[in-house]
């Protein structure tokens, strides 16, 4: 991929059209923001049916005084990148139509993840174009980097996944997770829900609340195993807050690891990602990975103890759902997938102090 980037002469900068269909979700809010100051970007459409033919800006305020408006999906342009922040079953249904409108096809919902047609039959409600399914590669950088390059499409991980696959996949690497058991427990805020939200969602509803809504059976389960090669106990909590996820893994291994050990898997892992910070201990307020740290960014921060007898691992992982968890894993795969600077249009931090994120 990336063959059809051009040159933009004034700048010596390459630059690809990109498109984005669900601009008006929350996801692709967040697309359309990242995509408008990137500067390996022309960002040519967003398609809305709701709000075809009204200003992103009036969907998204964040936005306000950009051009774009929003068209039809059924009016789709050809460029070079095209994004699709849609609910769960749309990019498969349309996976040919939007191929043809595309170099590639980068999909931040759940249809191209897994591998087989059966991981769909068991999780989800089945697939409707198993045959794409070996061309997707996944979008974690972190975790499948060297696949993003020859990609056609790019699949972008689960929120919840996400943070605990990072949190993780050190442990994995470094073979401590051989015979462990592990428990994760995820907090997300109510923007994983999407725009559109739901009785649960409102804010009469949502607020202060820490609701256990998927204890058992959670979807992201299948891409955690998948990608750990092991199976996890997960449950996930609805809590009080707008963006971020906060996934909290307890690891019993199978044998005693030293914090020594720890670091060492840890560093390796990460000293080299642009995207993930180690917070483990230190002093202040902020000694552990949280959601307010990383809110807006593209971070994920994680970090972990060992328990005085080394008999459990506590590892925190940190994201914003919509940044890290979707919109901005997208991108960072489409710039690795593109030939750009990884970190092309994503090397901003969050604000700081700031309320509930
Ligand atoms: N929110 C998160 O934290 C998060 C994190 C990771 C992954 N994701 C995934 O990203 C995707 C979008 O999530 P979201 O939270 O942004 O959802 P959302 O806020 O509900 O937005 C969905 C978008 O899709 C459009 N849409 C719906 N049906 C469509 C169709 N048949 N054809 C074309 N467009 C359609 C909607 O606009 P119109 O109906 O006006 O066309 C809207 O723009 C989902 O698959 C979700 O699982 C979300």
Known sequence: MGTTATAD?????????????????????????????HPNVELVQATSREYAGKSIGGVHPNLRGRELRFSEPSELESVDVLFTATPHGVTMEHVDEYSEASDLLVDLSADFRLATEGQYDEWYDGHAAPEYLDVAEYALPELNRENLGSADIIASGGCNATATLLGLKPLADADILDGAHVVVDVKVGSSEGGAGGGAASSHAERSGVVRPYAPTGHRHEAEIEEWLGLSVSFTCHAVDMVRGASATCHVFPDGPVSKKELWTAYRGAYEA??????????????????????????????????????????????????????????????????????????????LHPVGSP
């Open 9 to 37: 002469a004034d700048t010596e900068t390459e630059t690809v059209t990109a498109g984005v269909v669900g601009g008006s979700g929350f996801a692709g809010g967040e697309l359309l923001r990242l995509l408008d100051g």
């Open 273 to 350: 990602e642009p995207f993930v910070r180690l917070v483990a201990g230190g002093s202040g307020s902020y000694r552990y990975p949280e959601p307010k740290a990383v809110a807006g960014t593209n971070y994920a921060d994680v970090g972990f103890e060992l328990d005085p007898g080394n008999e459990r691992i506590v590892v925190f992982s940190a994201i914003d759902n919509v940044m890290k968890g979707s919109a901005g894993q997208a991108v960072h795969a489409a710039n690795v997938a593109l030939g750009f600077e990884e970190t092309a249009g994503l090397e901003f931090a969050g």
